[in-house]
């Protein structure tokens, strides 16, 4: 079994940063993709930003130059730096990782969920 914790979310003014974390735990033998998606009220989950394990990253166009994605490949965890925050970056931000298990099979997996909530 494989869990995804993440924190950082929280209420912002317009212009100012957060940082996400999303750590996973349990049955890992490695990680593949990690990356985070946010889902706004009445709209589908997005895609912003994904990192893989050679650190090759990608982001959604809305937000290149204000977001960074990082990981720690040694605690399973991965970051996601949001600066220059918008009130369109109010969502729910999800963690997703692909991850290898110690039987070596390969599942994604979500966390719970973070808000993001940034006032104008």
């Known amino acids: 079994q494989v869990h995804l914790v993440e924190s950082g979310g929280g209420l912002v003014q317009a212009g100012g940063s957060l940082r996400l974390s999303c750590a996973a735990s349990?049955?890992?033998?490695?990680?593949?993709?990690m990356g985070w998606y946010r889902q706004a009220p009445g709209k589908q989950r997005e895609l912003v930003a994904t990192?893989?394990?050679?650190?090759?990253?990608n982001y959604a166009d809305s937000v290149k130059g204000r977001f960074t994605i990082s990981r720690d490949n040694a605690k399973n965890t991965v970051y996601l730096q949001m600066n220059s925050l918008k009130p369109e970056d109010t969502a729910v931000y999800y963690c997703?990782?692909?991850?290898?298990?110690?039987?070596?099979?390969?599942?994604?997996?979500w966390g719970q969920g973070t808000q993001v909530t940034v006032s104008s």
């Open positions: 997703k990782a692909s991850v290898v298990t110690t039987t070596l099979a390969t599942y994604d997996y």
């Open positions: 349990g049955s890992i033998f490695s990680t593949n993709s």
């Open positions: 990192i893989n394990n050679g650190r090759r990253t």
